[in-house]
């Protein structure tokens, strides 16, 4: 567990980080990024860790992938490559760069790690877990498999490398459906979010898809009922919910899909209203490139996710941790499931 009075001592003795109004001045083309969400003084803040961070990366040949719910301070201020979860497992294969700071939760650090075992892979905390993640077990794979015999196991990427090592294929909520109608045999397992694969199997009728009892803490909280009234009071709004919630939910939406989906589709439709029911940081990290749309509705955060600050950043680069291993063996099982995913979603694209 990080010791927050040791990291801010040491982060105070090696950097200038007190909020420069100055520097926030000199950095503008930075802030214009995310300047209708993060006001002046607040970005007066980040200021002096972006710069460092920035710095840093350099000095210390790092490359930062963060996800699509970072905040617009990482996601606009640090970031070299931001994505979906597929999108960060892809353009991890691609990294050069000798360290990777994984901003976004354990299991994407670990996909990282899995695709790129010489490689050092940092997290900035190490407690940026995922309900889904934690909900299963290899153990668990088993005995679905015991359950199913014969049944492919398609397993989310927000799992454990014990898990995807169990696995047949890995999936995300961009190649979800076309995952499983890909697979062979009549039953499909999917692991571990019983509502991604609740609405997989309506998009796939073909294939018997059964389920492990997973959810996500942030997308379940969502109710149809809550849509339906925001509607109600409003019907113009363009409604976009990403497929971790129910499917009640999905169902009273317009579009649903994976967090960079939804980017996409807003970008693409430029509705005057949209409610994005998925992470805070996804309207947020939008803002200011879509200045015409209003962004309405409520927002669940990812408490794990939000473990990932400016200051855990620096601190990682700083000091090199907190360094993320997987047990070779372990790794290289799983590799054979992420990189079947990633090469089914290069055909699917096609
Ligand atoms: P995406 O693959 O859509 O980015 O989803 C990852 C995630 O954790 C959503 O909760
Ligand atoms: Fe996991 Fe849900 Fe957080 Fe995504 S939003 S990391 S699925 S807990």
Redesign the pocket.
């Known amino acids: 567990m990080l010791d927050f009075a040791a990291m801010r001592a040491t982060l105070a003795e090696a950097y200038d980080l007190a909020p420069s109004l100055t520097l926030a001045e000199e950095m503008r083309d930075v802030h214009a990024r995310m300047e209708r969400v993060v006001t002046l003084p607040d970005f007066a803040r980040y200021a002096p860790y972006i710069r460092a961070i920035n710095r840093l990366k350099h000095e210390k040949n790092a490359i930062i992938l963060a996800h699509n719910?970072m905040t617009p301070e990482i996601y606009h201020g640090v970031a070299d490559v931001v994505g979906d979860s597929l999108q960060l497992a892809i353009e991890a294969t691609k990294v050069e760069a000798q360290t990777i700071v994984q901003c976004g939760?354990h299991f994407m650090a670990e996909t990282s790690k899995i695709l790129n075992p010489s490689k050092t892979v940092l997290i900035p905390d190490m407690e940026a877990g995922?309900?889904?993640?934690e909900s299963i077990t290899a153990e668990g794979v088993a005995q679905m498999r015991a359950k199913y015999p014969g049944a492919p196991v398609v397993s989310y990427v927000?799992t454990t490398a014990e898990v995807k090592a169990a696995s047949d294929v890995c999936c995300t909520s961009s190649n979800a459906a076309q995952i499983v109608a890909a697979m062979e045999g009549d039953t499909v397992i999917m692991t571990p979010d019983q509502y991604l694969a609740q609405n997989v199997a309506r998009q796939v009728p073909q294939k018997k898809v059964v389920w492990w009892a997973g959810s996500?803490?942030?997308?379940e909280q969502y109710t149809a009922q809550d849509l339906r009234d925001y509607r109600a009071l409003h019907p113009d709004t363009r409604i976009i919910a990403h497929p971790?919630c129910p499917p009640s939910v999905v169902a009273e939406a317009d579009f649903s899909g994976s967090t960079s989906g939804i980017i996409d589709y807003v970008t693409r439709e430029h509705p005057g209203r949209a409610m994005l029911v998925t992470?805070c940081s996804m309207a947020s990290n939008i803002a200011d490139a879509l200045p015409e749309v209003e962004f309405v509705g409520p927002c669940n955060m990812?408490p794990?996710?939000k473990k990932i600050t400016l200051e855990k950043i620096l601190f990682s680069l700083h000091t090199g941790t907190e360094e993320v291993f997987v047990d070779p063996e372990i790794a290289a099982r799983a590799r054979v499931a992420v990189e079947r995913m990633i090469e089914l979603s290069r055909k699917i694209a096609k």
Do not use: D, G, P, T
Request: hydrophobic fraction near 40%; charge should be negative; aromatic fraction near 12%.
């Open positions: 719910y939760v995922c309900s889904l993640a927000n996500c803490i942030v997308h971790e992470e990812c794990y996710m």
